[in-house]
């Protein structure tokens, strides 16, 4: 048996960690693990709830509205409060601009070159000359939707910015509604730059990701996932969380079931956090930071939904959406990312329709002397939780339980992976000297390790340091 560490693996947000066993050329164990300590939770303790919207935006940069609607929709719930529908349908299209950008990325800049012959120049250098299967035509027109996806992700981020003021960390979605209210000129200027994305879309991305499906169809093979998936749906229609757009759901054991978040736990058996239980609901448990635990080895925690690992993500909310059941491979994510995108976009447009000009987009509250709250939601990437508690109007406790915390988990006290080292183990690696098919494996995840990995402490000397 050979051990080999990746780290780093480029075109994901590091900081992440692989160590993958093989025997002969297939990975029998892989151990996916973050290397930074952030503390998000701890930074909240003592703040006025209202803070949190925006503090917790800054947990990451690409997916930063996800953490707003999440942080907004726990202090809410925790103070009873129900925002105007004029407000629910304002936050969803500020939502919907910032997914399309992270897709757009996702798929142009950090997925597609795996699977194409890039130019040797930045930002395509160290290149890679693995399994390339396109024909110099199919490439070329490939490489030109490449930089057309990156100045479509830039309109998008124009488009979030027209209600949320600004890209990245709008400041569009407060709590009790939004600081912006629709008018003539704003609709039309938002109507204007969603069409030409999805013009975009149809025209451009749905094409690519079908070609490459097409030429690369033994990825429909690799990189299977756990076959369990979570969504706790999002996009409200209605005041709270009811009529969600996506639904919640899960899918455990072959069968479909309503989500009960009561059976979310997490894990710290092999994380750098201390705890008194090995297991822990996120309502109770702390991120106590402890370096030098001996069974560490991530700051990651491992969350579980009924002591079972679930994948999440588009492929997820497609899946129990029962829009796009075709398999659990890598590629099979990403053509639910692509699919995502043109469903997400064309609801916006429906949603720019419903919008009642000059209608209230706020409701006035007070922060009571205590309470406790959940925002659920959908990140570009999966489901994203937070847990908030209230006392003397200032936060107690927080806990918050990312998508990557999901899908890289660490395992847990049964010995179980989590849902990218399953996807990982089995697979056979044919080009060693830069493991290119366990970079298309992560990859699919849109991994994002801002959001929950977290101060890279050397202990030793990495025997491997390769560029992938």
Known sequence: METHTILPLTRIHQPLRLDIDLEGNTVIDSR???????????????????????????????????????ATSAIEDAIGLEVTPNAALMRNLIYGADILQNHLRHFYVLALPDYIDTPNFPPFVPKSNFDKRLSKAENDKLLESYWLGVDMSRLAHQLLAIYGGKAPHQHGIIVGGTSMVPDADRNNRFRGLLSSLLRFINEHMLPNTELIATR???????????????????FPQQQGRSKLKYPAGVYLNGKYAELDPGLITEDNTFTWFSGSK???????????????????????????????????????????????????????????????????????????????????????????DSGSGIGLTEA??????????????????????????????PKDKNGKRGAVDTAIVGTKVKDRDNFSEIGRIVRSFDPCFSCSAHLLEPQGQIDEFRIF
């Open 278 to 368: 090995a297991q822990e609901k996120p309502a109770d448990a702390d991120s106590l930071p402890d370096r030098h635990k001996k069974s560490g080895y991530t700051w990651l925690k491992a969350p579980r939904y009924a002591n079972q690992v679930m994948e999440m993500g588009p492929l997820a909310r497609m899946w129990i959406s029962g829009d796009y059941r075709n398999g659990t491979s890598t590629m099979d994510r990403l053509i639910a990312r692509t699919l995502d995108a043109k469903k997400i976009a064309t609801w916006m447009l429906e949603w720019l329709d419903e919008l009642a000009p000059g209608q209230a987009t706020f409701t006035p509250f007070e922060i009571p």
């Open 380 to 409: 570009m990437r999966g489901s994203l939780g937070h847990w908030v508690k209230i006392e003397a109007k200032k936060i107690a406790h927080y806990q918050i339980i990312t998508p990557t915390a999901w899908l890289f988990s």
């Open 32 to 70: 996916s693990s973050g290397t930074m300590f952030r503390g998000f939770e701890l930074m909240l303790k003592g703040r006025d709830p209202r803070d949190a919207t925006y503090l917790c935006e800054r947990i990451c940069g690409i997916c930063s509205t996800a953490h707003g609607v999440a």
């Open 216 to 234: 690369y169809n033994d990825y429909f093979k690799i990189g299977k996932g756990p076959g369990t998936f979570l969504s706790y749906g999002m």
